[in-house]
C-alpha cells in the first residue's frame, strides 16, 4: 500500500509558476500511474494530468494543456506537475492519486474511481 504526501503549494501571482511535487512511500512507486486532481471552492474534484507507470506517457485535461507539465523521478519516489502561466481559475487543493496500472494512459484514466491511494490535498492559490 502506498502512501502519497504532496508539497510545494501556496500563493503566486497570475502568470507566475508553482511546481507540486508528490512523494510516495511503503509501495513500489513504479508500478503505479500517478495523477493530479484538484477542487475548487464549491466545485466537485476534477482531472488535471496523468503519467504512466514509466512516464512514457501523459495525458492532460484541456483546462491545463500547454501549461501545465506532469512527470515522474522513480528512483526518487516522486512525481511532480509543473504548473506555469497560472490563472486565478486554478485555484484549488490541488490532490495526487496513484493506480497501480502498468499501461499507458489517456482520457480512460481521468476518473477518480481508477485511483485507490490519494493525498491529503495542498492549496494552490492564484491572485489576480
Known amino acids: 500500500q502506498v502512501q502519497l504526501v504532496e508539497s510545494g503549494g501556496g500563493l503566486v501571482q497570475a502568470g507566475g509558476s508553482l511546481r507540486l511535487s508528490c512523494a510516495a512511500s511503503?509501495?513500489?512507486?513504479?508500478?503505479?500511474?500517478v495523477a493530479w486532481f484538484r477542487q475548487a471552492p464549491g466545485k466537485e474534484r476534477e482531472f488535471v494530468s496523468v503519467?504512466?507507470?514509466?512516464?512514457?506517457?501523459?495525458y492532460y485535461a484541456d483546462s491545463v494543456k500547454g501549461r501545465f507539465t506532469i512527470s515522474r523521478d522513480n528512483p526518487k519516489n516522486t512525481a511532480y506537475l509543473q504548473m506555469d502561466s497560472l490563472k486565478p481559475e486554478d485555484t484549488a487543493v490541488y490532490y495526487c492519486a496513484a493506480d497501480l496500472y502498468r499501461g499507458p494512459v489517456d482520457r480512460r484514466r481521468g476518473p477518480e474511481r481508477r485511483y485507490d491511494y490519494w493525498g491529503q490535498g495542498i492549496q494552490v492559490t492564484v491572485s489576480s
Open positions: 511503503g509501495g513500489t512507486f513504479s508500478s503505479y500511474a
Open positions: 503519467i504512466s507507470w514509466t512516464g512514457g506517457s501523459t
